[in-house]
């Protein structure tokens, strides 16, 4: 790849900041000026991520907002309705106010999303140009992280086998993902207004019709734990969000010290959920991570980006690394992909490239196989994601998603995730070529001050 001038990069990150910038309310970064109005978790994590070295005092800001929604069950819900803005669906439908648990100065949702905020706030405190203000910030933060984990281990882990159930497709991070579809298809067919015109690029199919009526009945149930575990048609424990949550508990293991608390509980929450996703979604003989549908007591054999999420744990074993990272690289993902790295399969009979989650190339997982390739020590592949991943946006700019082939942009413009994650990666690009300035010791949590 022809190597650009650092002129071109500066200019790259001052767009990138122009464009969090513009989606700034004062209180959040919106995803994209539109189509997505409020804050959402997932996308706020990865911002706060972006920001940690461009601007940390609105990356505090941004984590500190989102936190500040959390429910009293230690829940971060995925949606924060703080800004004015329609949205289908909106807090009339969530009525998160009915609900004792929830906040009362913001509307949210009842769901949640992958918990990738501990790694975040770790990006915070692992970059850090002022370091008492950055573990002022980890001392503020880290009782609510611990509640969010809480909430997880205690009220998602409906199989029993340690992992997160996810109650939603909207908490995968992967809304229109294939992997939803055969435990969609299961529940009765139903039909609502879902304005189809405000969702460009989704399936076009009945499922968001299915999405709106799980989200209801959730809502109606009173958001009641015994009923999810009971009554409630969807659950899927996913690689992605597992995967993250692990990244995360190694994450806190690091920050504890910093909170003055015991980093033991993490590694040992870390070690359960390493030991469960071996377990129960580990396919040795492919090589991958399958989501499970606790429902139909089955794994759902679709392979998906969110199929090497695992490899955000440091410590995972060196055989199943290689065989996710030969995987990852074959036929079936980069290899075929001039701008990778799709979102399944390419071989796969429901591989489409103009639909979210079924074909196109994204900048937040291509950052986070980017960061576990670091981890890892494969150097070259984390070269190669980075390098594909900002030609994306240097071509197509900070679209929402990209076809892997051709590298054209989809989906929304201005996308605050895609800007973010830029100003990473630029940053790390700096550090690599010797012009920006050194990181605490350690590629990834668990590799750093507890070791491997």
Request: with cysteine; aromatic share 10%; hydrophobic share 40%.
């Amino acid at each position: 790849m022809e190597a650009r001038p650092a002129v071109d990069d500066a200019a790259l990150g001052r767009e990138a900041l122009s464009v969090l910038d513009a989606n700034w309310t004062g209180t959040a970064t919106v995803p994209a000026p539109g189509l997505y109005p409020h804050q959402w978790s997932f996308d706020s994590a990865f911002v706060t991520i972006g920001l940690a070295r461009a601007n940390p005092g609105r990356a505090r800001a941004e984590l500190a907002g989102l936190l500040g929604g959390q429910w009293r069950t230690g829940m971060v819900p995925h949606i924060l309705f703080r800004t004015a803005g329609g949205y289908f669906p909106g807090p009339s439908v969530w009525r998160s106010h009915d609900n004792a648990a929830a906040p009362r100065d913001v509307a949210t949702s009842g769901l949640t999303q992958p918990p990738l905020h501990a790694l975040a706030v770790w990006w915070l405190w692992r970059y850090a140009d002022d370091p008492e203000t950055a573990e002022g910030f980890v001392r503020q933060v880290y009782p609510m992280l611990i509640a969010q984990h809480d909430y997880l281990e205690t009220t998602r882990d409906l199989g029993g086998a340690g992992l997160a159930a996810i109650v939603h497709p909207w908490e995968s991070g992967m809304d229109d993902s294939p992997v939803w579809d055969s435990p969609l298809a299961a529940l009765p067919a139903v039909r609502y207004a879902y304005h189809r015109e405000m969702l460009p690029g989704r399936h076009p199919d009945n499922h968001h019709d299915r999405y709106v009526s799980l989200a209801l009945s959730y809502r109606d149930s009173g958001y009641d734990t015994r009923y999810l575990r009971q009554d409630h048609p969807f659950a899927v424990e996913d690689p992605m969000f597992n995967g993250i949550w692990l990244a995360s508990c190694e994450a806190l293991a690091e920050l504890a010290p910093v909170a003055g608390a015991d980093p033991r509980p993490h590694l040992e929450a870390a070690e359960r959920i390493r030991g469960a996703l071996a377990a129960r979604l580990w396919n040795g003989w492919d090589g991958l991570y399958y989501a499970r549908d606790l429902r139909a007591g089955a794994p759902i054999p679709i392979a998906t980006v969110g199929s090497f999420a695992p490899l955000l744990d440091p410590r995972m074993p060196g055989e199943q690394v290689s065989a996710l990272v030969a995987t990852l690289e074959s036929g079936r993902f980069m290899g075929a992909a001039g701008y990778p790295v799709p979102s399944i399969d390419i071989r796969a009979a429901q591989f489409d490239r103009s639909h979210y989650w079924r074909g196109p190339s994204w900048v937040n997982t291509n950052w986070l196989l980017w960061h576990a390739a670091g981890s890892h020590g494969f150097t070259e592949l984390a070269q190669v994601l980075s390098a594909c991943t900002l030609r994306l946006v240097r071509q197509a700019g900070f679209r929402e998603c990209f076809d892997p082939f051709d590298g054209s942009g989809r989906g929304c413009r201005d996308f605050s995730w895609s800007a973010a994650l830029t100003l990473d990666l630029l940053a790390d690009a700096a550090l690599t070529a010797g012009t920006g300035p050194e990181p605490e010791s350690g590629a990834g949590p668990g590799l750093g001050t507890l070791g491997a």
